[in-house]
T-cell receptor
Framework: QKEVEQNSGPLSVPEGAIASLNCTYS??????FFWYRQYSGKSPELIMS????GDKEDGRFTAQLNKASQYVSLLIRDSQPSDSATYLC???????????FGAGTRLFVKA | DAGVTQSPTHLIKTRGQQVTLRCSPK?????VSWYQQALGQGPQFIFQ???????QRGNFPDRFSGHQFPNYSSELNVNALLLGDSALYLC?????????????FGPGTRLLVL
């Protein structure tokens, strides 16, 4: 079982819709979780971090964490074509200094 | 305020050669982590340097080594290159690099091994 699992997609949504990206993880000891966005040919950039169960909102983005189910999600409201990218789910690995990434979900927002 | 910089941007090597990649952290950051990202995959943690010491290492062979200088910049060295080492190598900097610290990624070095 991979440490961080994501559906590779592509996930295609129309402009203005809600995009829902999901991620499961295997290490119950993980405490810090992250969503990164990576445009084609560019490096990852942090969108959201979440540490506690529940929802965390930042603008059009909402991260949701359920540690009991070992599940993290990212909702993007009012999706824009500029949101088209690969979204990487990540968590703090054992030892506390490394970040473990999933393979990413490709999102396409159709104008 | 300069962000994370990496050099070179692209590199072509042949099998068996050695390569050195360089990274300068964001101003005010003292911790550098290196990642390897193969095509279609997420970044894989290679190691992290803090106070000029390797603090944690991922699942990479000893052919991968690094160094951090007193000015916090860092180098990644890969010996005896294999075709499978072809990837985007990312450097990320942070402050103290602990759990939950925000990492800022550089633009990466794209390495092609022929």
């Amino acid at each position: 079982q991979k440490e961080v699992e994501q559906n590779s997609g592509p996930l295609s949504v129309p402009e203005g819709a809600i995009a829902s990206l999901n991620c499961t993880y295997s290490d119950r000891g993980s405490q810090s979780f992250f969503w990164y966005r990576q445009y084609s040919g560019k490096s990852p950039e942090l969108i959201m971090s979440i540490y506690s169960n529940g929802d965390k909102e930042d603008g059009r983005f909402t991260a949701q964490l359920n540690k009991a189910s070992q599940y993290v999600s990212l909702l993007i409201r009012d999706s824009q074509p500029s949101d088209s990218a690969t979204y990487l789910c990540a968590l703090e690995g054992a030892g506390g200094f490394k970040t473990i990434f999933g393979a990413g979900t490709r999102l396409f927002v159709k104008a | 305020d300069a962000g994370v910089t990496q050099s070179p941007t692209h590199l072509i090597k042949t099998r068996g050669q050695q390569v050195t990649l360089r990274c300068s952290p964001k101003s005010g950051h003292d911790t550098v982590s290196w990642y390897q990202q193969a095509l279609g995959q997420g970044p894989q943690f290679i190691f992290q340097y803090y106070e000029e010491e390797e603090r944690q290492r991922g699942n990479f062979p000893d052919r991968f080594s690094g160094h951090q200088f007193p000015n916090y910049s860092s180098e990644l060295n890969v010996n005896a290159l294999l075709l499978g080492d072809s990837a985007l190598y990312l450097c990320a900097s942070s402050s103290q690099g602990g759990a939950g610290e925000t990492q800022y990624f550089g633009p990466g070095t794209r390495l092609l091994v022929l």
